[in-house]
């Protein structure tokens, strides 16, 4: 059947170009001038409390091979497990920890590396105990709205078996794919989390 020149015909479609790093990171875009520094980018305080570590990984697209354009930001309680902002606890959180950050991967290797601190443990809403994790946030060219999933630590095994999110995941073979596993760099621990977003080993995402 031929088409009514009266309607409008589907515009093509396009993957999104380079735009989140320009508008989210410009400095490191090679945009300088604007800001003094990208957000999220700042390290961390020294007067922040709490046991400092290094979180690393890559992001792995469907064939196992690693994307080198994703934009990821992490948000995360402080020691005690509290979070920046109102709250019922608001004031109690440490004020020296912004409890966000946001990294581009490095270009050449597909690496990101956050210098940051291990959270404490969070309620959850109905008040059980969530074991200390990382909320992560990834976009990249082709994932116009992030996916959400979260980091939990290998070394806390008796928190992980507790926790009511890790024990809502019907497959448990994918749990797995929310445990980074720990390392060590000049006596600092470094945490390892790799993220596929599809294929064998696919990290599980939340809607949220």
């Not at 046991?51 to 080198?68: A, C, H, M, N, Q």
């Amino acid at each position: 059947m031929v088409q009514s020149l009266r309607r409008l015909k589907e515009s093509p479609s396009q993957t999104a170009g380079p735009y989140i790093h320009i508008g989210a990171t410009p400095n490191f875009s090679g945009i300088e001038g604007i800001f003094p520094h990208d957000l999220g980018s700042l390290p961390l305080s020294p007067e922040v409390k709490g046991e400092r570590i290094v979180v690393t990984g890559r992001v792995f697209d469907g064939t196992g091979s690693p994307i080198k354009d994703a934009l990821i930001e992490i948000w995360q309680a402080d020691a005690q497990g509290l979070y920046p902002g109102p709250g019922e606890r608001r004031g109690e959180a440490d004020p020296h920890f912004p409890g966000w950050f946001r990294q581009p991967l490095d270009g050449t290797t597909g690496v990101y590396r956050f210098e940051t601190i291990k959270p404490g443990i969070v309620p959850y809403f109905d008040g059980r105990p969530m074991a200390p994790h990382i909320t992560f946030w990834i976009v990249a060219r082709g994932i116009n709205i992030g996916l959400h999933t979260r980091l939990y630590f290998d070394d806390e095994e008796q928190a992980n078996a507790a926790d009511p999110l890790l024990a809502r995941i019907e497959h448990r073979l994918r749990v797995p794919t929310l445990i980074a596993t720990r390392g060590d760099e000049d006596g600092k621990p470094v945490y390892t989390f790799d993220i596929r977003l599809q294929g064998e080993n696919e990290t599980v995402f939340f809607d949220i």
